[in-house]
């Protein structure tokens, strides 16, 4: 497959906006769907929707089937051992809260340490905060190195009897650098620590293999890689899932329920309470699946390596730019590219490309602490998936250059 045949899977990449061509450089917020997403939602919703689990039905079945082929692709998609760890959420941030509330009820105490990375999304940051006002814990913040990668040293200087858990990301949304997780991983097993992957970014442009890593919880959500919204996976390794009590009660999370008692279900379904947004996640498979083919298919490998490098190069032209987070390995930089310009506020370069159907993100990226340690308020941010093009490319930085000329 080229660039130009998968575009044509990806409609809204037609779309014009203010009369302009859209170029959607946004795609680490959330990237486009494709229509084998949209079909199968719609299929759904208008042939096979019933509630999952519970009746005997025609319907229930196929709409059941079609939810527990989702968990398969997804333990698939994750070199999962066993389909049992796989938890469906509403997304990254329902699965690091799911995992804050009940690894924290299980392990966590007021003599207890976590350990934080600072450049994480507020998703792998407030929760761990909240659990530490609640329990009297002590969190500790594992900082960036030069380069922006998590610094190793820092960690095991950290590490100590008390820490119960360490969280941090595959690769920052801010930054687009893939953190060594493989051996921060180890490093924390050796001192018997669990170690949470917030993958929101890296599961996007990386073979995530949960074996490989040994990691003992990965969290994803499916709107990043072309899944619909509302739908994340959260993998734990089945120990410790079985250890941790419920996070969300009610109906289809039990085993038995008296007035005396209530046990609970077995994995998964103990951390599936209540009617699940099984159409969504069941459009999870086409998503998983295309996005397997785009990591495997060469000639949009080729595409999407000379794309990443146009941009980097010409990026880096920019007068009075900064770029965040180190651009010399291309290996271990994801397109994700934050940078603010010398005098221009990123708010004001953000609306002024709008204007011109450029869409990037501009802000605080749900990374405070982030900015605060690079001394700034926002920045602008562009990322790319593998449907773009140099033809948007350059259409970026002619409206980038325009929109300096209006503001400086
Ligand atoms: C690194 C990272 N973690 C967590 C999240 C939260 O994801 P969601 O809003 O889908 O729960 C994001 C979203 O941008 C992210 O980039």
């Given at each position: 497959?080229?660039?130009?045949?998968?575009?044509?899977?990806?409609?809204?990449?037609?779309?014009?906006v203010?009369?302009?061509?859209?170029?959607?450089?946004?795609n680490?917020?959330?990237?486009?769907?494709?229509?084998?997403?949209?079909?199968?939602?719609?299929?759904?919703?208008?042939?096979?929707?019933?509630?999952?689990?519970?009746?005997?039905?025609?319907l229930?079945?196929d709409?059941?089937?079609?939810?527990?082929?989702?968990?398969?692709?997804?333990?698939?998609?994750?070199?999962?051992?066993?389909r049992?760890?796989?938890?469906?959420?509403?997304?990254?941030?329902?699965?690091?809260?799911?995992?804050?509330?009940?690894f924290?009820?299980?392990?966590?105490?007021?003599?207890?340490?976590?350990?934080?990375?600072?450049a994480?999304?507020h998703?792998n940051?407030?929760?761990?905060?909240?659990?530490?006002?609640?329990?009297?814990?002590n969190?500790?913040?594992?900082?960036?190195?030069?380069?922006?990668?998590y610094?190793?040293d820092?960690?095991?200087?950290l590490?100590?009897?008390?820490t119960?858990?360490?969280c941090?990301?595959?690769?920052?949304?801010?930054l687009?650098?893939?953190?060594?997780?493989k051996?921060?991983?180890?490093?924390?097993?050796?001192?018997?620590?669990?170690?949470?992957?917030d993958?929101?970014q890296?599961?996007?442009?990386?073979k995530?293999?949960?074996?490989?890593?040994?990691?003992?919880?990965?969290?994803?959500?499916a709107?990043?890689?072309?899944?619909?919204?509302?739908?994340?996976?959260?993998?734990?390794?089945?120990?410790?899932?079985?250890?941790?009590?419920?996070?969300l009660?009610?109906?289809?999370?039990?085993?038995?329920?008296?007035?005396?008692?209530?046990?609970?279900?077995?994995?998964?379904?103990?951390?599936?309470?209540?009617?699940?947004?099984?159409?969504?996640?069941?459009?999870?498979?086409?998503a998983?699946e295309?996005?397997?083919n785009?990591?495997?298919?060469?000639?949009?490998?080729?595409?999407?390596?000379?794309l990443?490098?146009?941009?980097?190069?010409?990026?880096?032209?920019?007068?009075?730019?900064?770029?965040?987070?180190?651009?010399?390995?291309?290996?271990?930089?994801?397109?994700?590219?934050?940078?603010?310009?010398?005098?221009?506020?990123?708010?004001?370069?953000?609306?002024?490309?709008?204007?011109?159907?450029?869409?990037?993100r501009?802000?605080?990226?749900?990374?405070?602490?982030?900015?605060?340690?690079?001394g700034?308020?926002g920045?602008?941010?562009?990322?790319?998936?593998?449907y773009?093009?140099?033809?948007?490319?350059?259409?970026?930085?002619?409206?980038?250059?325009?929109?300096?000329?209006?503001?400086?």
């Amino acid at each position: 497959m080229n660039t130009q045949e998968l575009r044509k899977i990806f409609p809204i990449l037609d779309s014009k906006v203010y009369g302009r061509k859209l170029v959607y450089f946004d795609n680490a917020a959330t990237s486009q769907r494709p229509l084998s997403v949209v079909d199968m939602m719609y299929d759904l919703n208008l042939h096979h929707n019933a509630n999952i689990h519970r009746a005997v039905h025609k319907l229930s079945a196929d709409a059941t089937d079609a939810y527990e082929n989702a968990r398969d692709a997804a333990r698939l998609f994750l070199n999962a051992e066993d389909r049992r760890q796989i938890i469906f959420t509403s997304g990254t941030t329902a699965a690091i809260n799911l995992v804050a509330y009940s690894f924290g009820s299980a392990f966590v105490d007021k003599d207890s340490e976590i350990i934080v990375g600072e450049a994480e999304h507020h998703s792998n940051f407030v929760p761990w905060q909240q659990l530490a006002l609640r329990t009297g814990a002590n969190i500790k913040y594992l900082r960036i190195d030069d380069k922006g990668y998590y610094s190793l040293d820092s960690l095991r200087s950290l590490l100590g009897p008390k820490t119960k858990l360490v969280c941090v990301n595959h690769a920052s949304n801010v930054l687009g650098l893939l953190n060594p997780v493989k051996e921060i991983i180890q490093i924390c097993h050796q001192a018997g620590v669990p170690v949470l992957v917030d993958g929101a970014q890296g599961a996007v442009h990386c073979k995530v293999d949960v074996q490989d890593l040994d990691c003992d919880f990965y969290a994803f959500s499916a709107h990043k890689l072309f899944g619909p919204t509302g739908v994340g996976v959260l993998y734990g390794k089945t120990e410790l899932l079985e250890q941790m009590p419920p996070f969300l009660c009610g109906g289809e999370m039990v085993g038995t329920v008296s007035l005396e008692k209530t046990t609970f279900a077995p994995l998964p379904m103990k951390f599936e309470a209540g009617t699940q947004n099984f159409v969504n996640a069941a459009a999870i498979s086409p998503a998983l699946e295309l996005l397997s083919n785009i990591l495997n298919d060469k000639e949009l490998d080729t595409e999407f390596e000379q794309l990443k490098a146009y941009f980097l190069e010409k990026l880096r032209q920019v007068p009075g730019i900064t770029l965040y987070g180190d651009t010399s390995q291309a290996d271990k930089k994801l397109p994700i590219y934050s940078f603010t310009i010398e005098g221009v506020h990123h708010e004001d370069l953000a609306i002024l490309l709008d204007k011109m159907g450029v869409a990037v993100r501009s802000g605080q990226m749900c990374a405070e602490p982030l900015m605060n340690h690079f001394g700034v308020s926002g920045m602008l941010r562009a990322s790319l998936m593998q449907y773009n093009t140099m033809e948007e490319a350059d259409i970026f930085f002619s409206a980038l250059e325009r929109a300096l000329e209006m503001l400086k």
